[in-house]
């Protein structure tokens, strides 16, 4: 299994963006799904994004229209663009192949 570390979180005000980085210490070419969860204080975790080994995609509807998810195979990353941030989408942000996790990067937008 790969190892998946997660950063590019922090501060944000509303209306801001971050985009988050997930990199694995292996190919990520021959894995089906990769996703981009998250957890609030005092809430399950939820699904935010998930893409493909074919680069399909699919959004949480809290988050469609404002965050994208990608990959980039050669560079075994995946990354989440969060765009127009709102204060309910602070939480810790943890980057999954459904088979392992990374350590999560907290993002917090406040004024």
């Known amino acids: 299994q790969v190892q998946l570390v997660e950063s590019g979180g922090g501060l944000v005000q509303p209306g801001g963006s971050l985009r988050l980085s997930c990199a694995a210490s292996?190919?990520?070419?021959?894995?089906?799904?990769m996703a981009w969860y998250r957890q609030a204080p005092g809430k399950q975790r939820e699904l935010v994004a998930v893409i493909t080994s074919g680069g399909n995609t699919n959004y949480a509807d809290s988050v469609k229209g404002r965050f994208t998810i990608s990959r980039d195979n050669a560079r075994n990353t995946v990354y989440l663009q969060m765009n127009s941030l709102k204060p309910e989408d602070t939480a810790v942000y943890y980057c999954?192949?459904?088979?392992?996790w990374g350590q999560g990067t907290q993002v917090t937008v406040s004024s």
């Open positions: 999954s192949t459904f088979a392992s």
């Open positions: 292996g190919s990520i070419f021959s894995i089906n799904r």
